[in-house]
């Protein structure tokens, strides 16, 4: 009776797997590439005919040593790998209480007070903490206005003109209410890229 | 927070809670309906005829319930040895992308984490697994773990539903019909509409790619959203990638991010319906899906609330409790998909629960704790429920003085029995898990000098976490915990294992002994189960038993942090 029931479950997971495991996966890879390619392949985006990322996996902007490049918006602190590691999708998973995570915080603050020539009260939550992915596409309207000024004197651009683009690129929240409102790094560096 | 900027965050919390509320509602009839028709349908496709014929069952016969779970614990034994030797033999698997064996400890971990439909991931997928251990080991167990929960759901309802019955239904009729009629088919409508979203999948593995600012950037690929879709559905929760529902090629946007919520709180939210349905009243659903969704909305509002204050050194310091969260989903789809994650059993996260404030992190840790019943896992969230109200209908009895009943069916001392050590396992696994992890000294260093990431009383709630996440198969992680040791492998492994299938064979033998008795006439001293009155006390019972047992050790980890 045991080796009974044990065979049949042999069986069915033998024949479940090949429906279930090669079956579906195959079927959906075929509505991907054929109805949805686009979105299939991760959302690649090009300039001047390269791939140079997907519109939905951030990237950082800094130089080999992690530090901002000005000409360039900033995205946010990540915790994949050394930062943006497309490889190694990961958050900090710092604890509320831990002084690791608060004098982080403290630092990236100063750099930023620095960087940016602002005082700390205006610089918004999402430019001083690690997003869950370590890959978040985006930072808040705050935190790219903010580096208006910034970016504009490194590209001898006028402010006005830059922060009219970064306007342009603001998303609002989906369906007028879920989520909160964003900007695409990487679509607004490309976009900036074009500006001169 | 300035009244105008407090204002607008209200409605918006209400108008994302209202559409949840309002798909499931619109939902409720029609799923349950469905699901209730596929379980006591007598038709069976062809394809299903093929299948019977193949494995070798008459799906006319129907299982007394030690056969009935014979056959789940032969099937899920399969499925571990399965999902074990996959990972073992990675490096000659096609698509394996150069990766090695996994190690021992976390294979064992692995499989019975997946069988067991917890998901709980001691790896980083990126780093350890290939296409197809994913494909054929791991999304495969997400339908078939998902389908044996909703099985056993079915058995006991089967127990109130049929009179002086030797058998509770036939499990490889209910396992074929949950997978093939209910997971695949509602799986492949959500895959698209993910991939529509942005869900990849595709085979391209890492793409290597110079930015625009003459650096480098990896693109992953992988056949995600097959995988994210079941992985949603049967509320299992495992990660294609490491970030899970946090990384933008499995989760891309905020409506993706409240679709998927929907995803997994749908069948549970479904299954009182197909209980009220095939007890023959419909009432004794609603009193449950109540009880379900008076928790769910009250534990939202808390953790919300929690995480919007954002109390807590870093939290005050950075201006707003956005560490380990998405821009894009902001606190509040960040904390709709934390407190459905942790109160369905899926563990499945948008965001990282360890980097929450301690309230709001000890509510998703509470969530847990409450036994995954609100609305639970696909299957185990109702028979969980259903337990309790077997409880809270002996407690009522005692306060009467008269022999409890539910539905008809007398509970005498063997279900109350059942029913005490269903009650009593998930705590017991998760406290002595806990407690040997600092108590047995060579543990402890181990613990305290490998695994714990933050310091003080953070760190213990990490592995107060691990073990009521494993014990209650939710998956879920306060992530920073480094599980892949040979302690937590294997103690977690257990856990996992026991907490899934020592509830499993108490369920069954309580579907066996109420489906062997006769009905007994309602009487005007008869406990009505339908009213407000019935769901209050559900609802005490719920807290009471979570919270009495968990108190003690909630005050050394979150409490303890938090105030």
Known sequence: MRMRQTWTALRALVIL???????????????????????????????????????????????????????????????????????????????????????????????????????????????????????????????????????????????????????SFIQGRDLGYLGDPTVNVLQLNIALAKLG | MDAAAADPTIWLFLAQLGSVV?????????????????????????????????????????????????????????????VYALQRLQPVLPYSLGLPPTIEPLAFNTAISFVTNTN?????????????????????????????????????????????????????????????????????????????????????????????????????????????????????????????????????????????????LVIPFSMPRAFGRMVGDNRQGIAIVGTMAVLFVVSLSLMTWAELAGSGTAPQLAGGAMEGKETRFGILGSTLYATSTTLTSTGSVNSMHDSFTSLGGGVALVNMMLGEVAPGGVGGGLYGILVVAIIAVFIAGLMVGRTPEYLGKRLGAREIKLASLYILTTPTLVLVGTALSFAIPAVRQ????????????????????????????????????????????????????????????????????????????????????HRPQFVGLLIGTVLLVSALTYFPVLALGPLAEGL
């Open chain 1, 17 to 167: 797997t090949l429906v279930l495991g090669v079956g579906y996966p195959l079927l959906i890879t075929g509505i991907g590439q054929l109805a949805l390619p686009a979105q299939a392949n991760g959302s690649l985006v090009r300039s001047d005919g390269a791939v140079v990322g997907s519109v939905l996996i951030g990237q950082s902007f800094t130089d080999a040593d992690g530090n901002a490049l000005p000409e360039w918006f900033q995205s946010r602190p990540s915790a994949a790998g050394a930062g943006y590691d497309g490889g190694a999708s990961s958050g900090s998973n710092y604890g509320p209480e831990n002084p690791d995570l608060v004098s982080a915080i403290q630092d990236r603050k100063s750099a930023i007070e620095s960087l940016e020539s602002v005082t700390a009260s205006e610089i918004p939550a999402d430019a001083l903490t690690a997003s869950a992915s370590g890959l978040d596409p985006h930072i808040s309207p705050a935190y790219a206005l903010l580096q208006v000024p910034r970016v504009a004197a490194a590209r001898g651009i006028p402010e006005t003109q830059v922060r009219a683009l970064v306007k």
């Open chain 2, 22 to 82: 309002l798909v499931l509602a619109l939902v409720y009839r029609p799923l349950g309906d469905y699901i209730a028709a596929t379980y006591t349908g007598t038709r069976t496709l062809r394809v299903e005829k093929g299948l019977y014929r193949m494995i070798g069952v008459d799906p006319a016969s129907e299982q007394s319930w030690p056969s009935y779970l014979r056959s789940v614990l032969a099937f899920s034994a399969v499925g571990v040895l399965a």
């Open chain 2, 120 to 264: 709980w991931q001691s790896y980083s997928p990126e780093l350890t697994l290939g296409y197809t251990v994913q494909l054929a080991g791991l999304a495969v167990q997400n339908f078939l773990s998902a389908a044996v929960g909703i099985a056993v759901a079915v058995a006991l309802i089967r127990g109130f539903a049929y009179r002086s019955s030797g058998t509770i239904g036939n499990f490889w009729v209910d396992l074929t019909r949950g997978t093939l009629r209910i997971l695949l088919p509602l799986s492949v409508v959500a895959a698209v509409v993910l991939l529509a979203g942005g869900v990849i999948q595709n085979f391209s593995g890492f793409q290597e790619v110079t930015t625009i600012s003459g650096g480098t950037a990896v693109v992953p690929g992988g056949p995600v959203a097959s995988q994210e879709a079941i992985k949603l559905l049967g509320t299992n929760g495992g990660g294609f990638f490491n970030a899970n529902s946090a990384h933008p090629f499995e989760n891309p946007t905020p409506w993706t991010s409240i679709v998927e919520v929907l995803l997994f």
């Open chain 2, 446 to 529: 181990d613990v305290e000098g490998t695994s714990i990431w933050n310091p003080g009383l953070h760190g213990f709630s990490e592995v107060l976490y691990a073990f009521t996440s494993a014990a209650n198969n939710n998956g879920s992680a306060f992530a920073g915990l480094t599980a892949n040791t040979p302690w937590f492998n294997t103690a977690l492994g257990v856990a996992m294992f026991l907490g899934r299938f020592l509830p499993i064979v108490f369920v069954l033998a309580l579907a066996g002994s109420l489906a062997a008795q006769d009905k007994i006439p309602v009487t005007p001293g008869t406990l009505p189960t």
